[in-house]
């Protein structure tokens, strides 16, 4: 009898761990994953839109690690800057260096072999770059540009801080790790070293490269071509970009940047879009293959088209007729009325509207809020609508970061004076202050008293400003 109940328990001991383990995979797999709807498959990533530079998803964005042929988008900055300034034109032509050429006959590595002694122009070597990520290319164009990949490596360096790129280190032109350039990377760089950013410094590598210089999608949406066709050395260049119209993995509106992967970058890719009038940038980096690169590149992508839209604000602080009133100095009148110049309209995740509002900013000319000085046109720029978080949804919504402060001056409206308003005469101005000298007399030998009501008077507010950001942060961060 007591074997049949010991028996008896076990089997209901079992039977209930089993339900147990049971349910709770189910509701693993029933129920959604906090924190990060995309579930990235990538050490580090990060969306923005564009003409803003806006934040609009990261994860682990400040990780600072290899980069692989991505670094090739400072060569496309510099060779781009170096044609508009007049120092080179596409039509330039060199002579590679045995450097250039050893590394070009390396076809472990991605290359267009080039010949000893055969002049090539810029524009031939720029595509195989771009298009095909040739290193041999990339060196030779280095070389012309500075006179020495370490030349090149330096320029690129201080064209890294200019941009505001915090966290970028470059040993060499091609993003392929030092130990692949076969005991000639550049002098002072280790055997072992590589080309480390995070995606943040990527993705405003690629803000500034699009918004200096557009024309790079030009080659960059070429999905293949011949290197030199119809000479000897003619070869099939077909782009690393698998997401391009027409190949493997096609995303509508796609049309660059630039791929990368080597041993300790993984499989990487900042990558551009544009639908509807509307260009988003995204960054991969250290994913497990080039399958992967171009699934979790849709993702983001796909997030930021679906999930995001652009809506107008109400201003706050205005009449019904978008009005406000200001005060000005020395005036014949001693206040000025001010509008928006049009519709504050930006990009929010849906459901976000009702969260945010547009504030009056004042311009320089208004410090500590102490108002206008008179003459003043009619249409003077007083200050700016920008949009802000509302006071009451400051718990759960947070601040869009921008990539730089040029982007974040993209989404604002001036606000104008709706009439002019001339300089008062000197009796006036002078009446004016003993009238003030008086009151104020008056108020200290009779203190008026206190009163529990708050003031009338007009105050210019500027909007709450947005939290601190930490210099690196783990974790995903993307709207709730």
């Not at 709807?37 to 990261?58: D, F, H, N």
């Not at 682990?60 to 007049?86: H, P, Q, R, T, W």
């Not at 007729?321 to 009148?333: C, D, E």
């Amino acid at each position: 009898m007591h074997q049949k109940r010991k028996g008896l328990f076990l089997a209901l001991f079992l039977a209930a761990f089993f339900f147990f383990t049971a349910f709770t995979a189910f509701a693993a797999l029933a129920l959604p994953a906090t924190g990060d709807p995309l579930q990235l498959r990538a050490a580090s990533a990060i969306l923005v839109e564009e003409k803003t530079g806006k934040i609009l998803y990261e994860k682990d964005s400040e990780a600072v690690l290899a980069v692989g042929s991505m670094s090739k988008m400072f060569l496309e900055y510099l060779i781009l800057a170096a044609i508009k300034e007049g120092k080179i034109t596409w039509d330039t032509t060199t002579v590679t260096s045995d450097y250039a050429w050893r590394i070009s006959q390396n076809l472990r590595l991605s290359n267009v072999p080039l010949q000893k002694n055969t002049p090539y122009t810029v524009k031939e070597l720029y595509e195989a770059a771009v298009i095909y990520s040739a290193n041999g290319a990339t060196i030779a164009l280095a070389e012309l540009l500075a006179g020495s990949e370490g030349d090149f490596i330096r320029l690129a360096n201080n064209k890294a801080k200019e941009l505001g790129l915090k966290n970028t280190i470059l040993v060499n032109s091609t993003g392929l790790d030092n130990n692949d350039l076969m005991g000639m990377h550049p002098a002072g760089t280790g055997p072992e070293a590589t080309n480390l950013m995070t995606a943040r410094d990527l993705a405003l590598l690629a803000f500034h490269l699009l918004r200096d210089h557009p024309e790079v999608l030009t080659v960059s949406k070429i999905p293949r071509k011949i290197f030199r066709e119809g000479t000897p050395d003619a070869v099939r260049m077909d782009n690393w970009n698998w997401m391009l119209p027409g190949l493997v993995y096609a995303y509508e509106g796609l049309d660059g940047l630039k791929t990368g992967h080597t041993s300790q970058a993984g499989y990487c890719f900042t990558a551009t879009a544009e639908r509807n009038g509307r260009r988003l940038v995204s960054v991969v980096m250290r994913t497990d293959s080039y399958q992967t690169r171009f699934a979790e590149t849709r993702k983001l992508l796909d997030y930021g088209f679906n999930q995001f839209a652009e809506v107008p604000l109400a201003p706050a602080g205005f009449d019904e007729n978008g009005q406000m009133t200001l005060p000005v100095k020395n005036g014949k009148k001693q206040t000025v009325t001010v509008a928006p110049a049009e519709t504050l309209r930006v990009l929010l995740k849906t459901g976000e509207k009702e969260d945010f509002e547009a504030v009056f900013q004042p311009a320089l000319q208004l410090p500590g809020n102490r108002g206008l000085r008179a003459p003043l046109a009619k249409g003077e720029v007083v200050g700016y609508l920008v949009p802000a978080v509302k006071e009451h949804a400051r718990a759960k919504t947070r601040a869009y970061e921008y990539l730089a402060a040029a982007g974040r001056e993209q989404e604002r409206v001036p606000v104008l004076t709706t009439e002019a308003v001339a300089k008062a005469g000197w009796f006036t101005r002078a009446f004016r202050r003993l009238r003030a000298f008086f009151a104020n007399l008056w108020q200290k030998l009779f203190p008026p008293r206190k009163s529990t009501e708050k003031s009338t008077e007009a105050l210019l507010r500027l909007p709450a400003a947005a939290p601190e950001r930490p210099e690196a942060q783990a974790g995903s961060k993307v709207r709730p």
